[in-house]
T-cell receptor, first 115, second 107 residues
Framework: DAMVIQNPRYQVTQFGKPVTLSCSQT?????MYWYQQKSSQAPKLLFH???????NEADTPDNFQSRRPNTSFCFLDIRSPGLGDAAMYLC??????????????FGPGTRLTVL | GQNIDQPTEMTATEGAIVQINCTYQ??????LFWYQQHAGEAPTFLSY????GLEEKGRFSSFLSRSKGYSYLLLKELQMKDSASYLC????????FGTGTRLQVFP
């Protein structure tokens, strides 16, 4: 089945220790998104790639970086995680950026704990 | 600005009907999504409305009024597995998420 895969599902890191979350997709979608979702809150868009074009949200901290080496993979790097970065991180894909029908397909998420 | 309003929590009993309302104010609007999100899991697509009116899909229906900036999700014949958060999401040049309505279904 075509899908969005996130690894690991649960990640524990220490305060200040860099961590990388990964996302892969078999949908061949050209847009990939990273969201941060804290408990009982809406997902917050961090950035997205339209093909290789990187689009950062204005309020995304510099601590968060992303890489997309190819169509299938996208990585979220947190350079120096703080306690406030503990959250669920959702990867999503869509077949087109912006415009009309923008359905996004979500991965299962990675729950990050910062000790 | 961009704003999505929906109730924080709702409760209902198994077999009942529940309507989750959503109002939105966005700059630019293409359509409205409803996503279902079970605790600790990713959102999953339920419906997408572009035109005014009601769209029915099995036990779930979604309504949109663009002139009023209003949508609702109607769930019929509620089941225990429908206990989840329901996210109202506006499709603009990006997706604008509401904070979700947490629905609890009791036996």
């Amino acid at each position: 089945d075509a899908m969005v895969i996130q690894n690991p599902r649960y990640q524990v890191t220490q305060f200040g220790k860099p961590v990388t979350l990964s996302c892969s997709q078999t949908l061949n979608h050209n847009v990939m998104y990273w969201y941060q979702q804290k408990s009982s809150q809406a997902p917050k868009l961090l950035f997205h790639y339209y093909d290789k074009d990187f689009n950062n949200e204005a309020d995304t901290p510099d601590n968060f970086q992303s890489r997309r080496p190819n169509t299938s993979f996208c990585f979220l790097d947190i350079r120096s995680p703080g306690l406030g970065d503990a959250a669920m991180y959702l990867c999503a894909t869509s077949g087109a950026g912006g415009g009309t029908y923008n359905e996004q397909f979500f991965g299962p998420g990675t729950r990050l704990t910062v000790l | 600005g961009q704003n999505i309003d929906q109730p924080t929590e709702m409760t209902a009993t198994e077999g009942a009907i529940v309507q989750i309302n959503c109002t939105y104010q966005t700059s630019g609007f293409n359509g409205l999504f409803w996503y279902q999100q079970h605790a600790g899991e990713a959102p999953t697509f339920l419906s997408y409305n572009v035109l005014d009116g009601l769209e029915e899909k099995g036990r779930f229906s979604s309504f949109l009024s663009r002139s009023k900036g209003y949508s609702y999700l109607l769930l019929k014949e509620l089941q225990m597995k429908d206990s989840a958060s329901y996210l109202c999401v506006a499709d603009t040049d990006k997706l604008i998420f509401g904070t979700g309505t947490r629905l609890q279904v009791f036996p």
